[in-house]
């Protein structure tokens, strides 16, 4: 083959290859009339070759666009001999679609631009098909977010204790994955009081305290979720059924999505998503919005079981500690019958058995003397099993303090002790002139007459006791009894006014219950007990007792 005809060869090739070309192709002079098309670029343009060859491109397509878009080409070609952009074109009929342009300029044998050879393709489809898929991504990328979101709240709830942190959370994950650009904020419902609380927002500016004095209690769409138990959707509160709701307007809100928070049918409160544009909420938006109000009520579930089981704990643990105080009071008590009226009782027994056995033998000022013992030490068990009757009396009673007659009580008091003070010719100083305290009277006594007992049986030789009283700047006022004894050991005072302790047993008889009766009579009139001593310088006890007004 010659030359010539491997060249027409090379060209019909060429020719057959532009024709069947799925793109359209157009070579158009420099002044922009079409010189050629082939049959896709008529097809996708809407013309035919006779409507098309030899017209100014300019005449098929006017328009301010292809203007534009004819500057900028000749602009960049001036650059660089191939320009390629997506362009928004239509139809001879008007049909749009987006066309994907390369154009690559002609120049004649001098180098002189001669005109452009304009490749074209429809992209419509292929950018649907692009936008679809970007946006399958973005669902599922969103998807994803929120699942991982759920999963986080889902640790959160597992901590009961943290159900602020829980609640927080999820109007987070409402705000930033469903999303809601104006915020979301988390009411819960008081249905004993029949009032609201916000108990998580994220809505900036909202102050929980003071958002929650402006809902409407009735009438709202609030009330309206919580009774129906249904969502409410407004995508524009300009139309909103419910009214224009200040809490809405004050905060620039112009759209709102509220599902209530149930649990076991029973509803706790409203989760709100909310947006400063009007917006429709899509069915997956409610769903998710639905879905993370169910972990709201789960979280709130778990701790109302939470506080419950703790206070069941709390009782528990309360009736058990009270079990064994009770059991150790019951011991306590088996061992002062067995060391502290088993003394007395003894005695008793004794004398009464010699005056049975020698009663013809004895002379009648020794039957007295045995008599006499016997009365005492009778005196003594009654005076022991009345203190313990106190002292399971005070465990169980509460009583109204009143302003008390200081003087009158320690009037009386000094009276019981008056046959110890005798025996020990012990010297006793009470001030004329008392503040005035509250109280209970009755147990007061118990606690002087316990402390002036302890003072005379410990004090020197002869006892001295002092009594006073001190105003605190605090409201209370502190009633004290100072002895001239021995004094006590750190240890000892570690060991007073519990119950059934006995300190100086070789010094006096002593069953151990005084303190620990003044302890719990102080405490029950709010007050405190406590002792200064130093061994070698006497002892200083005391208590305290709120001040009464004047």
């Known amino acids: 083959m010659s030359p010539l005809s491997e060249r027409r060869a090379s060209i019909d090739a060429l020719a057959r290859a532009v024709a069947q070309s799925p793109d359209g192709i157009a070579v158009l002079a420099w002044e922009g009339e079409i010189l050629y098309a082939n049959p896709a670029w008529m097809e996708m343009h809407g013309y035919s070759a006779e409507e098309s060859i030899g017209r100014r491109i300019q005449d098929l397509y006017p328009g301010e666009a292809l203007a534009r878009h004819a500057d900028e080409t000749v602009r960049r070609l001036a650059e660089q001999d191939s320009y390629e952009v997506e362009i928004r074109h239509a139809k001879r009929d008007g049909t749009p679609f987006q066309a994907w342009l390369i154009t690559t300029l002609l120049r004649d044998e ?163 998503a909310l947006d400063k544009q009007p917006r429709e909420c899509t069915a997956n938006d409610i769903s998710f919005l639905t879905t993370l109000a169910a972990r709201a009520g789960t979280a709130i579930g778990k701790v109302k079981l939470y506080e419950q089981l703790r206070e069941t704990n709390i009782l528990l643990h309360n009736q058990a500690t009270d079990l064994a105080v009770r059991n150790a009071d019951l011991d306590a008590f088996a061992h002062s019958v067995a060391h502290d009226l088993k003394n007395p009782l003894t005695s008793i027994m004794g004398y009464a058995e010699m005056l049975l056995d020698d009663y013809d033998l004895l002379s009648d000022e020794e039957r007295r003397e045995f008599l006499g013992y016997i009365a005492q030490r009778s005196v003594k068990m009654r005076q022991i099993v009345d203190e313990l009757l106190l002292m399971s009396q005070l465990r169980n ?137 130093t061994p070698g310088a006497g002892s200083t006890f005391w208590f305290t007792l709120p001040q009464a007004e004047i």
């Open 110 to 272: 001098d180098g002189k631009p001669s005109g452009f050879v304009i490749t074209a393709r429809d992209v419509t489809e292929w950018n649907r098909l692009r936008e679809a898929l970007e946006a399958e991504k973005s669902r599922l990328e969103q998807q994803y977010r929120r699942q991982e979101a759920l999963a986080n709240i889902e640790f959160a709830i597992n901590e009961p204790s943290e159900l602020a942190v829980a609640l927080q959370r999820i109007v987070d994950v409402v705000t930033d994955l469903l999303p809601a650009p104006g915020g979301a904020s988390l009411l819960l419902w008081d249905d004993v009081n029949k009032t609201y609380t916000i108990s998580a927002s994220t809505v900036p500016s909202q102050l929980p305290s003071l958002a929650a004095r402006r809902i409407r209690s009735q009438g709202g769409a609030t009330r309206w979720i919580i009774e129906q138990k249904e969502p409410v959707v407004v995508a524009d509160t300009r139309t909103d059924c419910f009214g224009a709701n200040p809490l809405l307007t004050e905060f620039g809100l112009r759209a709102y999505a509220g599902v209530p928070i149930l649990a076991e049918n029973h509803c706790l409160g409203v989760l709100y």
């Open 397 to 533: 009673r509460e009583v109204q303090l009143v302003p008390v007659d200081m003087r009158g009580i320690v009037s009386e008091a000094s009276s019981r002790v008056d046959e110890d003070r005798r025996q020990r010719r012990a010297i006793l100083h009470v001030p004329a002139v008392w503040p005035k305290a509250l109280g209970y009277p009755q147990w007061l006594e118990e606690v002087w007459t316990n402390y002036m007992s302890n003072a005379i049986k410990y004090g020197g030789q002869p006892p001295e006791v002092w009594l006073g009283a001190d105003e605190w700047d605090n409201g209370t006022i502190r009633f004290w009894v100072k002895d001239n004894g021995g004094g006590l050991s750190a240890e000892d005072q570690k060991r007073l006014f519990l119950p059934f302790t006995r300190l100086h047993s070789d010094q006096a008889e002593g069953h151990g219950l005084g303190l620990s009766i003044v302890r719990r009579i102080v405490e029950k009139c709010r007050g405190a007990v406590g002792v200064e001593s």
